[in-house]
């Protein structure tokens, strides 16, 4: 490592005084005027990474479904997935090293993670469409060239793409071609390709109104549209021309406020969906014909997939696992029609896609949603290998035609993603911190039918997050209500007292769409 040149070009990226930043739940992120250094120092990071993996590392300069002012940056790791715990540790110390120590604190990573500095570095880059991004993605490629390493800028890319890039870059061109093109055919082929077995697929069924929340999902899905040809037909609404990113629109806005966005007209029964700034995450709504909303939201997509999947798996009599995956948000009605009327195994995991996508990974097939529409399905080698030969191999027609179902499912679905007072276990459904707060919760949900609620400290906000459902919405809303005293009181809780909340995030919903 040219320690020199680090330190002559870290001046020209220079962190600010008594700045501390964390690695939180999915990278960096915070105003965008503050991460100059972090991105700077994280193209230092990617290339140690990548040394140490002998792999190509991704860096995603990205606020997601965050206001338009803040950035953030995420490391991808070999096989397409969110970096490693351990280096997640090496980002933080990394970001918050002061100017004068950035080279011990290089070296010593690259001693304690047993990089070996002569192996060649590649990483790929890719940002949304926020104003600083543009400026904040060179930063990152200065880290990358000052340590010696090779880099290809994408420029702008989804999240899933350059997790896609990433993957396939890795994986020597099996999974598909590193390239735009590569992905647009790749999944759009097994999309239509899947849609054609479809039982319903009248017009009005291959129609989709997207509200891209004016962010970087517009500009993709307006090239990537041209490849569905008669399969789908898409119609791009807060395509970035006028609004503002995430602002009244994108997934965020629609799950937390239960309607659709601002920009989007939506006739009855026309099928709507909102992506987030980086299209990671995807929900669906519609109105029926009463006028009424119904929101397809994370637990449901995870509901209506592993039902899709039981089908052609029970058809191939095999015993591949199928397992669901979901977090402590989940909507309660959702888990029990899974375990009891799906009769799948479904399991909580702490909120992040890292977590999900850990977990998941125990399966043959396995399903993972977060209610906010992040997600995906993954297979297992064993079981895409199994179900790729049998449906080649197999005479009997109608195994044939599930395990090709399977197949194309494999190709659609992208591989892939003070609080402190509050600590919590089981899946961050109990806190065990402060002593007496879930027993005040655990009194708080007696009073109320089918209730439940949970407190966690963000993993990317300093603030702690209430959560609460009930049989009636101003049942939830009083719970969430008390729960949030309750913290206040026992959690040593400054500023002002909470307010009973107006319009509350979550809400029991009888999951029509199943019944
Ligand atoms: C991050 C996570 C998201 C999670 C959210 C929770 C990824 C790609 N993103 O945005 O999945 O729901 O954090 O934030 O993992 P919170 O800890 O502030 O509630
Ligand atoms: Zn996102």
């Given at each position: 490592m ?8 870290s001046?020209l990226?220079a962190?600010?005084?008594?700045l501390?930043?964390?690695?939180g ?5 915070t105003k965008a005027?503050?991460?100059d250094?972090?991105?700077?120092r994280?193209?230092?990071?990617a290339?140690?990474?990548?040394k ?5 590392i991704?860096?995603m300069?990205?606020?997601s479904h965050?206001p338009e002012e ?5 490391l991808?790791?070999?096989l ?13 110390c ?8 950035l ?5 010593d990573?690259?001693e304690k ?5 002569h192996?060649?570095?590649f990483v790929?880059?890719?940002r949304?469409t926020?104003?600083?991004s543009?400026k904040?993605?060179?930063s990152?490629i ?5 340590l010696g390493?090779?880099?290809h ?9 350059l997790?896609?890039?990433?993957y396939?870059r890795?994986?020597s061109?099996q ?6 093109e ?5 999944l759009s ?8 077995q479809a039982?319903?697929s ?5 129609t989709?109104?997207?509200d891209?929340?004016?962010?970087i ?10 490849y ?5 037909s898409?119609?791009?609404f807060?395509?970035?021309t006028?609004g503002k990113?995430?602002h ?8 937390s406020h239960?309607?659709?966005?601002q920009g989007i007209?939506?006739?009855s ?5 909102s992506?987030d700034?980086d ?7 519609y109105?029926d014909?009463?006028g009424?909303?119904?929101?397809v ?5 995870a ?5 899709f999947?039981?089908e052609p798996l029970?058809?191939?009599?095999d015993?591949?696992s199928?397992?669901v995956?979901?977090t402590a948000y ?7 029609y899974?375990?009891?009327v ?5 399991y909580?995991?702490k ?6 996508h850990h ?14 529409g992040?997600g995906?399905?993954l ?8 179900i790729?030969q ?5 005479e ?5 035609k599930?395990?090709?179902m399977?197949?194309n499912?494999i190709?659609?679905f992208?591989q ?10 089981d899946?961050?459904?109990q806190?065990v911190?402060?002593?007496?707060l ?10 109320y ?6 407190v966690?400290?963000s993993?990317?906000e300093?603030?702690v997050r209430v959560y ?11 719970l969430a209500?008390e729960?949030?005293?309750a ?8 500023g002002?007292?909470p307010?009973?909340a ?11 769409l199943?019944?």
């Amino acid at each position: 490592m040219d320690l020199d040149a680090v330190t002559k070009q870290s001046v020209l990226h220079a962190k600010p005084d008594g700045l501390t930043l964390q690695y939180g739940t999915a990278g960096f992120r915070t105003k965008a005027e503050h991460l100059d250094h972090v991105m700077f120092r994280m193209g230092l990071l990617a290339v140690l990474r990548s040394k140490q993996t002998k792999s190509t590392i991704g860096v995603m300069v990205t606020a997601s479904h965050n206001p338009e002012e803040d950035n953030g940056v995420k490391l991808v790791d070999p096989l397409g997935e969110m970096l490693a715990p351990s280096w997640e540790e090496h980002a933080t110390c990394l970001a918050n090293a002061e100017e004068q120590d950035l080279p011990r604190v290089l070296v010593d990573i690259g001693e304690k993670a047993a990089v070996n500095l002569h192996q060649d570095a590649f990483v790929v880059i890719g940002r949304d469409t926020r104003p600083s991004s543009e400026k904040l993605s060179q930063s990152v490629i200065d880290g990358v060239t000052v340590l010696g390493g090779q880099f290809h800028d994408y420029g702008l890319l989804t999240t899933p793409q350059l997790h896609y890039m990433v993957y396939c870059r890795n994986t020597s061109g099996q999974y598909g071609k590193a390239t735009i093109e590569g992905y647009y055919q790749k999944l759009s082929a097994a999309f239509v390709e899947l849609t054609k077995q479809a039982s319903c697929s009248g017009d009005d069924q291959r129609t989709l109104k997207v509200d891209c929340a004016n962010g970087i999902g517009a500009l993709k899905l307006r090239e990537m549209k041209h490849y569905f040809s008669q399969g789908l037909s898409v119609q791009l609404f807060n395509d970035g021309t006028k609004g503002k990113l995430n602002h009244l629109c994108g997934a965020d806005f629609v799950k937390s406020h239960q309607k659709p966005p601002q920009g989007i007209e939506m006739k009855s029964n026309e099928r709507c969906c909102s992506f987030d700034g980086d299209a990671d995450r995807i929900i669906y709504y519609y109105h029926d014909a009463d006028g009424q909303f119904h929101l397809v939201d994370g637990d449901k997509i995870a509901a209506l997939i592993s039902s899709f999947l039981k089908e052609p798996l029970l058809e191939i009599g095999d015993s591949l696992s199928l397992g669901v995956v979901q977090t402590a948000y989940a909507n309660g009605s959702s888990t029990r029609y899974l375990e009891e009327v799906m009769k799948v195994p479904v399991y909580c995991t702490k909120t992040g896609v890292k977590h999900l996508h850990h977990k998941a990974q125990e399966f043959d097939i396995g399903v993972y949603f977060e209610a906010n529409g992040h997600g995906t399905v993954l297979f297992s080698k064993a079981a895409e290998m199994k179900i790729k030969q049998l449906a080649k191999e197999l005479e009997e027609d109608k195994k044939r035609k599930a395990a090709k179902m399977l197949e194309n499912v494999i190709d659609l679905f992208n591989q892939v993603a003070d609080r402190q007072v509050i600590s919590t276990t089981d899946a961050e459904r109990q806190a065990v911190k402060p002593p007496g707060l879930q027993e005040a919760i655990n009194e708080l949900v007696k009073k109320y039918r089918l209730s439940r609620a949970f407190v966690r400290p963000s993993g990317t906000e300093d603030i702690v997050r209430v959560y609460a459902e009930a049989d009636s919405q101003e049942n939830a809303d009083s719970l969430a209500y008390e729960v949030s005293l309750a913290v206040f009181q026992l959690a040593g809780g400054i500023g002002e007292r909470p307010q009973p909340a107006e319009s509350p995030e979550q809400f029991l919903d009888d999951l029509p769409l199943f019944s």
